[in-house]
């Protein structure tokens, strides 16, 4: 069975401009979660995503943002890019988003790279 | 809200040594503890968590994690270090029902000596 897969592997953006990482969960999941591993600051909680709905959201700015498609799929958004957003960009699914013991497996993310 | 800490960003074991990797948590409910393991460029994987069930659970590659409340603890633990564990470890609590986000500490850096 396919894990979670992640696209690009690696991307390269200069500043203002706009990043789309892209995010497929392992079948069967419906909950997609994004986070954002940056040096010195460690994992830190972007976006919820379950059914097609935003369902929570980290201390992110707004240029932050994303979707959820009708295939669980998901896709991540960043406008107005900074230096800071350089960063590994992990994506998760687990099964449903109904309890918070359910298991979020990980992609194997996005290098993000803004210069 | 929940949190978590590590303590030691890197810990350096003789291969065939005991691995102790400290994990505390603060949470105003029953919690939900996760231990992940990070390779270098790679994502997370799952080596155990804690779900109430039992207070030592068992996980992949031999380690295991104790969940003690009264010290606030979930200390991650392998009788025998072995070379392939040389990685990045994070310890996690879910911050709870209806949030479904998981909280990191900020990694201890194993490292194996040969």
């Known amino acids: 069975e396919a894990g979670v897969t992640q696209s690009p592997t690696h991307l390269i953006k200069t500043r203002g401009q706009q990043a789309t990482l892209r995010c497929s969960p392992i079948?069967?999941?419906?909950?997609v979660y994004w986070y954002q591993q940056a040096l010195g600051l460690g994992l830190q909680f972007l976006l919820w995503?379950?059914?097609?709905?935003?369902?929570n959201r980290g201390n992110f700015p707004p240029r932050f943002s994303g979707r959820q498609f009708p295939n669980y799929s998901s896709e991540l958004n960043v406008n107005a890019l900074e230096l800071e957003d350089s960063a590994l960009y992990l994506c998760?699914?687990?099964?449903?988003?109904?309890?918070?013991?359910?298991?979020?497996?990980f992609g194997p993310g996005t290098r993000l790279t803004v210069l | 809200a929940q949190s978590v800490t590590q303590l030691g960003s890197h810990v350096s074991v003789s291969e065939g040594a005991l691995v102790l990797l400290r994990c505390n948590y603060s949470?105003?409910?029953?919690?939900?503890l996760f231990w992940y393991v990070q390779y270098p460029n790679q994502g997370l994987q799952l080596l155990l968590k804690?779900?109430?069930?039992?207070?030592l659970v068992k996980g992949i590659n031999g380690f295991e994690a104790e969940f003690k409340k009264s010290e606030t603890s979930f200390h991650l633990t392998k009788p025998s270090a072995h070379m392939s564990d040389a990685a990045e470890y994070f310890c996690?609590?879910?911050?709870?029902?209806?949030?479904?986000?998981?909280?990191f500490g900020q990694g201890t850096r194993l490292t194996i000596n040969p």
């Open positions: 079948s069967g999941h419906t909950s």
């Open positions: 949470s105003s409910v029953p919690p939900y």
């Open positions: 995503y379950d059914e097609g709905e935003e369902r």
């Open positions: 996690a609590v879910s911050e709870g029902e209806g949030a479904q986000k998981l909280v």
């Open positions: 998760a699914s687990s099964f449903s988003g109904r309890a918070a013991i359910d298991t979020q497996y």
């Open positions: 804690y779900t109430s069930a039992a207070t």
